[in-house]
Each structure stands twice: as structure tokens, then as C-alpha cells.
């Protein structure tokens, strides 16, 4: 894993500086720069930049710039800016 990645990578390119707990998965996607990533969230098909996804979130299929994603959020859909509290559940088609 690249330095500041302590998660599981797969088919991913990491644009540093970035963090990735432990426990985090990321597949398909593109990460940073300037993104943190923390324990238990899932990443797949996404491009992901200077944002903060917090513990347990799962974000699928999404572009986020300039975002900030509380615990346990799940995005899937299309590119937006967001500041999403706890336990969310955003959908969009």
C-alpha cells in the first residue's frame, strides 16, 4: 500500500497526500488529493477530492469535490457538494 494507506486498494489511483484507515476498502476509483478516509467505508467506482468520508460510509458511482460525509453515510448516484450528518441515506438517479 502507498504511504498513508493502511486500507485495501483494488484497481484504485491515489493522488497524495491521502488517508486511508485500516478496515477502508476502495475499488475502481480515483482518491485525492487532500481526502481522509476512514475505518469501514466501502469506495467503489468514485472520484473522490479534497473531501472528508468519515467511519462506515459507503460511496458508490459518485464524483465528490469539497465534501464532508459523516458516519455511516451512504451516496450512490451522480456528482455533488455535501456536508451530510450521521446515518444518512442519500439515493439519486
Do not use: F
Not at 484497481?11 to 491521502?18: K, L, Y
Not at 479534497?50 to 460525509?69: G, H, P, Y
Amino acid at each position: 500500500n502507498q504511504v498513508g494507506c493502511a486500507g485495501t486498494l483494488e484497481n484504485t489511483v491515489i493522488i497524495e497526500p491521502v488517508s486511508i484507515a485500516a478496515g477502508a476498502t476502495v475499488r475502481g476509483s480515483i482518491i485525492g488529493p487532500n481526502v481522509s478516509v476512514a475505518a469501514g467505508c466501502v469506495i467503489e467506482a468514485s472520484i473522490i477530492k479534497d473531501s472528508i468520508v468519515n467511519a462506515d460510509c459507503r460511496v458508490q458511482s459518485m464524483t465528490l469535490a469539497e465534501s464532508i460525509l459523516g458516519d455511516s453515510v451512504q451516496l450512490i448516484g451522480s456528482p455533488r457538494r455535501m456536508n451530510i450528518g450521521d446515518h444518512s441515506l442519500i439515493e439519486m438517479q
